[in-house]
């Protein structure tokens, strides 16, 4: 089955400052990488989503990259604003089972 | 539109006391996910149901864990004799499965602790 590996665990940043997600998966038939945010003691929440016929997508101060190749995605958020503090997850999917395959989360901390 | 219904929020049971979660899908979504989170760490697939049919439970302990998506109702997660090691968020997430689309719609977890 599908492995999803996120790094960093924690990441914290200052007001302003960029933050950079990063997720590997081993599975080459997965086609669909979905972000969560999930703030504490809330529901996740998708906020991005890019499939492998696309290398980027970009909304607002949010992108993401894939790189099939080597098998990893990133998630980018610009200009972080303390309202951005939450646990963020991704995730992968082959596009027959939908069932996303998540990582285990980075919880970002953005400094005022 | 409501959105993903789970209830009880909060539930305490006792080990050997069984626990019964429930979830009401989106409006015209017909298909659930439940997933289990643990503290520091991600949400781990349990069962995907559509009405009336399990689809793939790859995720679900064998034993004392049972799922169903009845034709009428919610979906309904039972955990029969709960031990310590269930304590644990269980989110239910709902989808449409568009071709479009593959976003799953999250319920605000029920968060079962077990005494």
């Known amino acids: 089955g599908e492995n999803v590996e996120q790094h960093p665990s924690t990441l914290s940043v200052q007001e302003g400052d960029s933050a950079v997600i990063k997720c590997t998966y081993s599975d080459s038939a997965s086609n669909y990488f979905p972000w969560y945010k999930q703030e504490l003691g809330k529901r996740p929440q998708l906020i991005i989503d890019i499939r492998s016929n696309v290398g980027e997508k970009k909304d607002q101060r949010i992108a993401v990259t894939l790189n099939k190749t080597a098998k990893h995605f990133s998630l980018h958020i610009t200009e972080t604003q303390p309202e951005d503090s939450a646990v963020y997850f991704c995730a992968a999917s082959e596009g027959g089972s939908y069932i996303p395959t998540f990582g285990r989360g980075t919880s970002l901390i953005v400094h005022p | 539109n409501a959105g993903v219904m789970q209830n009880p929020r909060h539930l305490v049971r006792r080990r050997g006391q069984e626990a019964r979660l429930r979830c009401s899908p989106m409006k015209g979504h017909s298909h659930v996910y439940w997933y289990r989170q643990l503290p520091e760490e991600g949400l781990k697939f349990m069962v995907y149901l559509q009405k009336e049919n399990i689809i793939d439970e790859s995720g679900m302990p064998k034993e004392r864990f049972s799922a169903e998506f009845p034709k009428e109702g919610p979906s309904i997660l039972r955990i029969q004799q709960v031990v310590r090691g269930d304590s644990a968020a269980y989110f239910c997430?709902?989808?449409?499965?568009?071709?479009?689309?593959?976003?799953?719609?999250f319920g605000e977890g029920s968060r079962l602790t077990v005494l």
């Open positions: 997430a709902s989808s449409t499965r568009t071709a479009n689309t593959g976003e799953l719609f």
